[in-house]
T-cell receptor, first 114, second 115 residues
Framework: EAGVAQSPRYKIIEKRQSVAFWCNPISGHATLYWYQQILGQGPKLLIQFQNNGVVDDSQLPKDRFSAERLKGVDSTLKIQPAKLEDSAVYLC????????????FGPGTRLLVL | AQKVTQAQTEISVVEKEDVTLDCVYETRDTTYYLFWYKQPPSGELVFLIRRNSFDEQNEISGRYSWNFQKSTSSFNFTITASQVVDSAVYFCALSEKGGSEKLVFGKGTKLTVNP
């Protein structure tokens, strides 16, 4: 069974530029998550989707971050404009149903904002 | 609010030593789930175990074992006869039933196993 796919794996941009990340969850998984992991810390949830709908986006900086999950499968996370403090690894995860189910993570996208 | 504390920032052991990684959690819910993930240098989070709050039985999987104690709100992870391949950052996480059931992670413990 294929795991969670993410692209790109690495991205370097300058501050104030925009960037987008893509995630394809495990087939059949209804719930998709985006996490931000700053160096030396544990992942922090940015947004959680259940099928097409947003379940939790309380920690998403909505002035610059946006995410969508069209058709309940793939998802994109966008940052516009990026700040230096956005340098982090962005992890996508999916689970069969709810958050209390096991979440399986993709390889992540390492973002460096200069 | 839910919280996970991993007090050990870094641990260094010599191969074949046993090592225990501590995890203490806080939650107001009676139904919750605890997880351990491994993050090797490649960066991908690898799922190790999931336990629910009603199952306090300890679990053993090969060289890995987990001790869940609700009385002390702890969910500790022991690696027996450590190997160099065990070197990674290990994260403990908590999910409360109800609401978004999001995972809240601790800050992780970096384990280095030296040959």
């Amino acid at each position: 069974e294929a795991g969670v796919a993410q692209s790109p794996r690495y991205k370097i941009i300058e501050k104030r530029q925009s960037v987008a990340f893509w995630c394809n969850p495990i087939s059949g998984h209804a719930t998709l998550y985006w996490y931000q992991q700053i160096l030396g810390q544990g992942p922090k949830l940015l947004i959680q989707f259940q099928n097409n709908g947003v379940v939790d986006d309380s920690q998403l900086p909505k002035d610059r971050f946006s995410a969508e999950r069209l058709k309940g499968v793939d998802s994109t996370l966008k940052i516009q404009p990026a700040k230096l403090e956005d340098s982090a690894v962005y992890l996508c995860a999916s689970s069969f149903t709810s958050g209390s189910e096991t979440q399986y993570f993709g390889p992540g996208t390492r973002l460096l904002v200069l | 609010a839910q919280k996970v504390t991993q007090a050990q920032t870094e641990i260094s052991v010599v191969e074949k030593e046993d090592v225990t990684l501590d995890c203490v959690y806080e939650t107001r819910d009676t139904t919750y789930y605890l997880f351990w993930y491994k993050q090797p240098p490649s960066g991908e989070l690898v799922f190790l175990i999931r336990r629910n709050s009603f199952d306090e039985q300890n679990e053993i999987s090969g060289r890995y074992s987990w001790n869940f104690q609700k009385s002390t709100s702890s969910f500790n992870f022991t690696i027996t006869a450590s190997q160099v391949v065990d070197s990674a950052v290990y994260f403990c996480a908590l999910s409360e039933k109800g609401g978004s059931e999001k995972l809240v992670f601790g800050k992780g413990t970096k384990l280095t196993v030296n040959p």
